[in-house]
C-alpha cells in the first residue's frame, strides 16, 4: 500500500513502473440533457442487465435510482424551483468568492470601456438538473485498501477495477467505498474480465456468489487505445475523457466561464488533490452543491487516519511494556529487600 492521503499519483502507489498517463473524466452537468445514452452504452458494452421491469418509482423520472451492480453510469435527476435556484447561486458565490458578477460585459485582461454589468443573471423558475455519476477512481481508493483478496485492482491508467475472478463477495468494498458506488451482485452474472488475453464471451462461468461490481473504467477499451463507451456515445460532449490532468484543466476553464456567465452556482467537485481522498479521476462540474445530487460534501477515503491509529496503538502498547516492567523491576526490587 503506498501513500494514504493527500496528492499522490496512484499508479505509481501500485508500482506501476512506468506507467501510461492518469486517465480520468470531466462530467459538465451544465450541459447534460439527461438522455440517459451513456447509461445505456454502458449496459451494452458490459452486458449488463437492466434494472427491474422499467416501473415509476414515484420519486421521479429516473427509473434506475441509483448506481449499482449492472448500473455503472446513473443519470440522477433533479428537479428546482427559483428559490433552490437563487439559494445554489448564493451559496456558489460565496463558494468560490470571485466577486462575481462584475466580470460580466468586461473580457478578461482588457480595458473596462463601460461600467461593469452588475445584474444578476435571469434565475428561470423552474430547472432539471441532470447529472451522469459514475465510479470516481479515486487517488486514495477505500474500496481498494481494505479489499481482503486483492481483487480490487489499481490499473496502469490510474483507474480502480474488479477483478471478477478473485472476488469472493465478501462486501468489504461496499462499506469501504465512501460514495456508496460498488453493489455486490446478486443474479450471478459476470461483467466481463479485463486480464490479459481474456475478453467478453470467452472467460468461465463464475458461481453466484455476489461479487462487487462498479465501472471498471471500459479498462478493456483503454487498452486498445479506445474511449470509454459512455463518452463515446454522449451526444453533447457532457462527459469529457483523456488523460486526467487534461480534465482538471478543463473543468476550470469551463467552472470560470461560467462564473464569467454570472452563473456562480458553478463548481466542481473531486479537482482538489488536498480533498479526503486526494481527488477524483472523475471530475465533475455542478450547478449546486454535492449534496443535492447525493454527492457527499466532504467525502475522506477509510484508512486515512491508520497511520495516526497504528501510533496511538503504538504508544499505548509501549505504554504498558512500560508498566509490566515497572512493576516486574519493583516486585523484585521489593523481594530483594526482604532479603
Ligand atoms: S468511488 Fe468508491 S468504488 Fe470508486 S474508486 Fe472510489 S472508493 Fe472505489
Ligand atoms: S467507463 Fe465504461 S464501465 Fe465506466 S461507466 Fe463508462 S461505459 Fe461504463
Ligand atoms: S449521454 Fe451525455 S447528455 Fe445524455 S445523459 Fe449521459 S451525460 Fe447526459
Known amino acids: 500500500m503506498g501513500q494514504l492521503t493527500g496528492p499522490s499519483d496512484p499508479s505509481a502507489d501500485a508500482h506501476w513502473h512506468p506507467h501510461e498517463d492518469r486517465r480520468g473524466f470531466f462530467t459538465d452537468t451544465s450541459i447534460c440533457i439527461g438522455c440517459k445514452a451513456c447509461e445505456v452504452a454502458c449496459k451494452e458494452w458490459n452486458h449488463n442487465p437492466r434494472d427491474g421491469d422499467l416501473e415509476f418509482t414515484g420519486m421521479s423520472y429516473d427509473n434506475s435510482v441509483s448506481l449499482?451492480?449492472?448500473?455503472?453510469?446513473?443519470?440522477?435527476?433533479?428537479?428546482?424551483?427559483?428559490?433552490?435556484?437563487?439559494?445554489?447561486?448564493?451559496?456558489?458565490?460565496?463558494?468560490v468568492s470571485l466577486g462575481m458578477p462584475q466580470i460580466r460585459g468586461a473580457e478578461a485582461g482588457a480595458p473596462v470601456a463601460e461600467p461593469a454589468d452588475l445584474t444578476p443573471p435571469d434565475t428561470p423558475e423552474f430547472r432539471w438538473l441532470m447529472s451522469s455519476d459514475v465510479c470516481k477512481h479515486c487517488t486514495h481508493a477505500g474500496c481498494l485498501d481494505v479489499c481482503p483478496t486483492g481483487a480490487m485492482m489499481r490499473t496502469e491508467f490510474g483507474t480502480v477495477v474488479v477483478q471478477a475472478d478473485v472476488c469472493n463477495g465478501c462486501g468489504t468494498c461496499v462499506a469501504g467505498c465512501p460514495f456508496?458506488?460498488?453493489?455486490?451482485?446478486?443474479?450471478?452474472?459476470?461483467?466481463?474480465?479485463?486480464?490479459?488475453?481474456?475478453?467478453?464471451?470467452?472467460?468461465?462461468?463464475?458461481?453466484?456468489?455476489?461479487?462487487?461490481?462498479?465501472?471498471?473504467?471500459?479498462?478493456?477499451?483503454?487498452?486498445?487505445?479506445?474511449?470509454?463507451?459512455?463518452?463515446?456515445?454522449?451526444?453533447?460532449?457532457?462527459?469529457?475523457?483523456?488523460?486526467?490532468?487534461?480534465?482538471?484543466?478543463?473543468?476550470?476553464?469551463?467552472v470560470a466561464q461560467l462564473h464569467a456567465e454570472g452563473m456562480t452556482e458553478a463548481r466542481l467537485y473531486g479537482a482538489n488533490p488536498n480533498d479526503g481522498v486526494g481527488g477524483t479521476g472523475s471530475v465533475f462540474l455542478l450547478l449546486d452543491e454535492p449534496e443535492v445530487y447525493g454527492l457527499p460534501p466532504d467525502p475522506r477515503v477509510c484508512?486515512?487516519?491508520?497511520?495516526?491509529?497504528?501510533?496511538?496503538?503504538?504508544?499505548?502498547?509501549?505504554?504498558?511494556?512500560?508498566?509490566?516492567?515497572?512493576?516486574?523491576?519493583?516486585?523484585?526490587?521489593?523481594r530483594g529487600g526482604r532479603r
Open 303 to 334: 484508512t486515512a487516519d491508520l497511520p495516526s491509529m497504528y501510533r496511538r496503538a503504538g504508544v499505548a502498547v509501549a505504554g504498558m511494556v512500560a508498566a509490566a516492567a515497572v512493576s516486574f523491576l519493583g516486585s523484585r526490587t521489593g
Open 180 to 254: 456508496g458506488v460498488v453493489e455486490r451482485r446478486s443474479d450471478g452474472t459476470v461483467a466481463p474480465t479485463t486480464r490479459e488475453g481474456e475478453r467478453k464471451g470467452e472467460q468461465p462461468e463464475v458461481p453466484n456468489r455476489g461479487i462487487a461490481q462498479k465501472c471498471t473504467l471500459c479498462y478493456d477499451r483503454l487498452r486498445d487505445d479506445q474511449t470509454p463507451a459512455c463518452a463515446q456515445t454522449c451526444p453533447t460532449t457532457s462527459i469529457s475523457f483523456g488523460t486526467r490532468e487534461d480534465m482538471v484543466e478543463k473543468a476550470h476553464e469551463r
Open 68 to 95: 449499482g451492480a449492472s448500473t455503472w453510469r446513473h443519470v440522477a435527476f433533479i428537479e428546482q424551483d427559483a428559490d433552490r435556484i437563487e439559494q445554489a447561486r448564493t451559496s456558489g458565490a460565496e463558494l
